[in-house]
Each structure stands twice: as structure tokens, then as C-alpha cells.
């Protein structure tokens, strides 16, 4: 079994930055997608920011330029970035994953992220 250990969230004024991790229990060079969705209280997930195998990164319009995804294959662990930080980002960020050799999608405990003065 697969498991994904998301840290980093916390509390954060508006304008400013977190970066979230999530570390993977199993190598992730034979990932086929992976990446972050936030779920907000009373608002369905919603997807934040992907990378996918061959088809490179995708994010939402609402986070494009301020929020960066990465990985790091040697770690087993990818990374949000998030900058300019809004009170509407205000959200659990949960960590998903999906491997080329498919045998099912793996997420996250979620960690809350709080934008708020």
C-alpha cells in the first residue's frame, strides 16, 4: 500500500507564502500523474496543480502564477509552492497520486492551509 504524508500547511497572512510537501512511500519515477486538490468547507474538491507524465504540468486558473509544482524523484516527494496567498485559498490540500502501472489513486490525510490577517 501506497502512502502519501502531506506537510507544511499552517496559518498565513494574505500576500504571503507556504510551501506544502507530500512524501511518497514508493518511488515515484514510475508515476503517471500526481498532484494537489483543495477542498474548501462547503465547496466541492477542486484541482490545484498536476504534473503529468508527457503532458507536463497543469494548474488552476485561479492559482496560475502565483502557485508552482514540483517534484523531487530522489526524495520521492513533490512540492506546492504558494505565493501571493489569498483568504479564498483557504482550503485542506490533499496530495494524490497515480502510477503508470495503475492500481488505483492514492491521496493524502490533507493538511489546512488558513489565509487570514
Known amino acids: 500500500q501506497v502512502q502519501l504524508v502531506e506537510s507544511g500547511g499552517g496559518l498565513v497572512q494574505p500576500g504571503g507564502s507556504l510551501r506544502l510537501s507530500c512524501a511518497v512511500s514508493r518511488s515515484i519515477n514510475m508515476i503517471y500523474t500526481m498532484g494537489w486538490y483543495r477542498q474548501a468547507p462547503g465547496k466541492q474538491r477542486e484541482l490545484v496543480a498536476t504534473i503529468t507524465n508527457g503532458a507536463g504540468t497543469n494548474y488552476a486558473g485561479s492559482v496560475k502564477g502565483r502557485f508552482t509544482i514540483s517534484t523531487d524523484n530522489a526524495k520521492n516527494t513533490v512540492y506546492l509552492q504558494m505565493n501571493s496567498l489569498k483568504p479564498e485559498d483557504t482550503a485542506v490540500y490533499s496530495c494524490?497520486?497515480?502510477?503508470?502501472?495503475?492500481?488505483?489513486?492514492?491521496w493524502g490525510q490533507g493538511t489546512q492551509v488558513t489565509v487570514s490577517s
Open positions: 494524490h497520486a497515480r502510477f503508470v502501472y495503475y492500481d488505483g489513486d492514492y
